[in-house]
């Protein structure tokens, strides 16, 4: 296999479990423009309104292919564990080589020029962010349903047909079921708009099969500093890899940020994020949400068992708009 250049590696590779592995690009890929740089790549046509001209379906049903082969060794996310799990094995999301789903159901909570929506929300993640509000069926990769792309795509045109706006593929993180999300945008209308939610930790190869699948990138902004990342999500190099795909998403779609305000964590993670949102995605669309609940296992962090305190909110927003951010509701 051909080296694949990358800001998402760590010195060209990832250490887990004394596991080193090189990145690599998959040969599944190489149907892929071989003059593609990540992150650099020519948009897929587009036509006034900014949505895919008619060839979203069947470009996703070439691309399912190539990365339901590249699940034999596994670089979907920016851990490149590199796992063959097509054989069996298990990365550091624990998912095998067939996605499974916990929630389908139209949804109201989300950002307003979004909803209603039909949100599919699959199981398994590649963080453990202690504080995951789902954190039961977001941790474990085997819960829930089986997921078939085909059933599912007619309850979405289903969702659609009885007023529904937008299409949602969330998680868990669905970037490590990218085979099957594949499938389920190839078996849907091409001007329907999609919707990905993401922790943006996805990899370049990652990012390569998604180009122009999804009108919309919901991509959250967790941590302001790979500290805490580290100490509540167990995931390191966090910052890098996350300014690297809003960068690439905002070139690529329309791109709303969420940052989930967490106590104790103004200014070391929002401060932060908001200061780079504002320097680097001037005017991006920015969702700073204040319902921060103690669930799942918050209480391991002494600053994550309560909810945000009223005083930490209002400087919150103060922050945003001394940096002029673009809030959204």
């Known amino acids: ?7 998402l590696t760590c010195g060209g590779g990832c250490s887990h479990s004394g596991v080193t592995r090189q990145t690599e690009r998959s040969p599944a890929l190489a149907w892929l423009n071989p003059q593609t740089v990540p992150g650099n790549a020519p948009p897929l046509p587009r036509d006034d309104t900014t949505r ?13 292919q190539a990365a339901r082969a590249m ?32 929630s389908a159901q139209v949804e109201v909570s989300d950002e307003l020029e979004l909803i209603p929506t ?9 963080l453990r962010c202690d504080f995951c509000i789902t954190g039961k069926s977001s941790w474990n990769a085997r819960d829930g349903t089986g997921f078939d792309a085909r059933m599912m795509a007619l309850r979405a045109v289903n969702a659609l047909d009885g007023g529904a ?3 949602m ?19 849907l209308p091409d001007m329907a708009r999609l919707v990905w939610k ?8 990652a990012r390569e099969l998604l180009d122009g699948m999804f009108d919309v990138w919901l991509a959250d902004f967790k ?13 390191p190099g966090y910052v890098r890899i996350v300014k690297v795909n809003l960068l690439w998403a905002n070139r690529r779609s329309d791109l709303i940020v969420r940052h989930l305000l967490m106590p104790g964590h103004v200014d070391c993670c929002w401060r932060p994020v908001a200061e780079w949102l504002a320097a680097e995605l001037p005017g991006v669309k920015v969702n700073l949400r204040s319902g921060f609940w103690p669930a799942w296992h918050a209480a391991r962090h002494p600053e994550l068992r309560a909810t945000v305190p009223s005083a930490e909110t209002r400087r919150s927003l103060a922050i945003a708009r001394t940096c002029g951010l673009n809030l959204i509701p």
Do not use: W, Y
Request: aromatic share 4%.
């Open 71 to 102: 699940l034999a060794n596994c670089h979907l996310c920016a851990h490149h564990c590199g796992v063959n799990r097509l054989d069996g094995e298990h990365g550091l999301c624990h998912a095998g080589a067939r996605a499974r789903f916990f």
């Open 118 to 126: 039909f949100a599919v929300a699959l199981s398994g993640c590649d």
């Open 223 to 235: 941590f302001g500093n790979d500290e805490c990342a580290l100490r509540l999500a167990k995931v």
């Open 169 to 187: 593929v969330l998680g868990g993180e669905p970037t490590i079921h990218l085979p099957d999300v594949l499938e389920f945008v190839a078996a």
């Open 198 to 205: 993401t922790n943006a930790h996805g990899s370049a190869e």
């Open 1 to 7: 296999m051909n080296s694949v250049q990358t800001t």
């Open 52 to 64: 895919m001209v008619h060839c979203r379906s069947a470009i996703a049903r070439e691309r399912a």
């Open 165 to 167: 706006r937008t299409i």
